[in-house]
């Protein structure tokens, strides 16, 4: 069989703050919506920007960090892959599609206080667990530390 490619990068900002729920497993479910702009010329030469937006589900660990760091308006780096799912619907019997961008990795692109109301996003990525709080003191490493030719890889 021939190889096949399902991956999804987006950078975008979040629409809403995300709904968690627990699936009968006891894993936790993170589902939310991220906007992507274009800006294009329309045949009068005038900018035009036109927005789209993607549903995400993020399960387990990645829903976890979700659910603590991801607020409406935070800008969100997110890879994934589609899945489009069909049903029929109830009162008219036709048959409905949602397709859905699941989560495998994402990185906060916001600092704390930007976008989202609360302002309580931090961090930086899953892979990078490390809390990045902006309101800690700086450190001054100035005084402490010289950088050598050796230190420079290149």
């Known amino acids: 069989m021939a190889k096949s490619v399902n991956k999804v990068i987006l950078l975008g900002n979040v629409g809403k703050d995300p709904e968690i729920k ?17 800006r294009f010329k329309d045949k009068d030469g ?18 976890e960090i979700v659910r603590d760091y991801v607020k409406k308006g935070n800008k969100l780096y997110v890879e994934g892959s589609l899945r489009t799912q069909s049903w029929d619907d109830k009162t008219t019997g036709q048959k409905k599609y949602r397709t859905e961008i699941i989560v495998n990795d994402l990185s906060l692109l916001s600092g704390r206080g930007e976008g989202g109301e609360s302002g309580s996003s931090g961090g930086y990525s899953k892979s990078n667990t490390a809390s990045f709080d902006q309101r ?13 030719d050796d230190d420079i890889p290149f």
């Open 22 to 38: 627990a699936a009968a497993t006891g894993t936790v479910v993170a589902t939310f919506s991220i906007a992507t702009s274009d």
């Open 136 to 148: 800690a003191p700086a450190e001054d490493f100035s005084q402490s530390t010289e950088i050598t």
């Open 46 to 63: 005038t900018w035009q920007d036109r927005t789209e937006w993607h549903n995400l589900v993020a399960f387990g660990k990645v829903a």
